[in-house]
């Protein structure tokens, strides 16, 4: 079986205004890498297509640092659906679409035209031919088989068992001489190397959910063991300060601390933050921020009111 992009050439797409976007990640190949760079994107196009595309990817790599491959993007927000609505032979190829996704939704995504869903590195592939491959192997795939996927790029569907793993996913997977960031980022720029963080090139990002429940049960029994709180008691009148919310998208991980702290009735933090615009608005317009105040006055006037009212306050 041969996967392609198919014969139709995708017009160039509108960009949404307002979505934010990747910054330029540097371009500082040499001539030579540079070729092997545009080769390695244009290895997923049909020839015919390549003498309009290479100058495309040229001026993507130049401007932006990496081989995104715009055009191949699908339109609009890619808001994961229900999973009977996926085409699939397999319910776990139907659910790995779900997943992408729902990494890839503007709602969830930190650079979603960069596949990037969080942490500012983490993506779930390189590029938008990629994402289409992978999105086609996944229709086709069966209970008897197994997708491999390497930094992003689908190597093809191997002959398994049901009780194999259907999906193998590597990322950045640097041999000791270059496994340093100067070569790394030569390698990502190249398309061979994809930086998938924990959960962006695994596909399963999930936000609040799995962070909040541990990290909450964390923070209930640290008081418990260090301040002393009873079992059937929570965290009323304590102030838990913090240092930042983290990225807008990590909302899902460090902006939780407001979440579930709230969770344990403590009265939460002072933030002391230093990226207001992207962390402060996304954790606030989520609701897991309730207060934003920059005079240090007036933020210790509300912790110590909410202190003594044992009112949770974030």
């Known amino acids: 079986m041969r996967i392609t992009l198919g014969n139709t050439l995708p017009p160039y797409p509108d960009f949404v205004e307002g979505i934010r976007r990747a910054p330029d990640r540097g ?17 997923y196009i049909p020839s015919e297509w390549h003498e309009q595309l290479a100058p495309e990817f040229m001026e993507e790599l130049r401007t932006r640092g990496r081989i995104y491959g715009y055009r191949f993007r699908p339109a609009g927000d890619l808001k994961a659906k229900p999973i009977d609505e996926y085409q699939g032979q397999c319910i776990e190829g139907k659910a790995f679409q779900v997943m992408i996704d729902n990494n890839l939704c503007f709602d969830i995504a930190l650079y979603p035209y960069e596949l ?5 590195t983490g993506q779930v592939c390189q590029n938008w031919m990629q994402y289409r491959l992978i999105k086609q192997y996944l229709e086709e795939l069966t209970q008897e088989q197994t997708l491999v996927i390497e930094s992003g790029h689908p190597l093809g569907l191997f002959r398994s068992r049901p009780d194999a793993p259907r999906v193998i996913i590597t990322n950045s997977m640097m041999i000791g001489q270059f496994d340093n960031q100067h070569d790394w980022h030569i390698a990502a720029q190249m398309g061979v190397a994809n930086y998938g963080q924990m959960t962006a090139g695994g596909w399963m990002y999930i936000g609040p959910q ?36 983290g990225s807008s998208v990590e909302h899902g991980y460090k902006s939780n601390r407001a979440e579930y702290t709230i969770q344990g009735n403590a009265i939460h933090p002072l933030w002391l933050q230093v990226d207001m615009l992207l962390s402060f608005r996304t954790s606030h317009d989520g609701e897991l921020v309730g207060t934003v105040r920059k005079p240090i006055r007036i933020t210790v006037n509300i912790y110590t009111s909410a202190t003594i009212t044992e009112i949770p306050k974030s």
């Open 27 to 43: 371009y500082t190949l040499t001539p030579a890498q540079t070729i092997t760079a545009l080769k390695n994107a244009l290895r």
């Open 116 to 120: 990037v869903t969080y942490g500012e």
């Open 210 to 245: 799995g962070i909040v429940h541990g990290t909450f049960n964390t923070l209930l029994n640290a008081g418990r063991l260090k301040l002393g709180i009873p079992q059937d008691q929570d965290l009323r009148g304590h102030l838990f300060i913090s240092s930042g919310c």
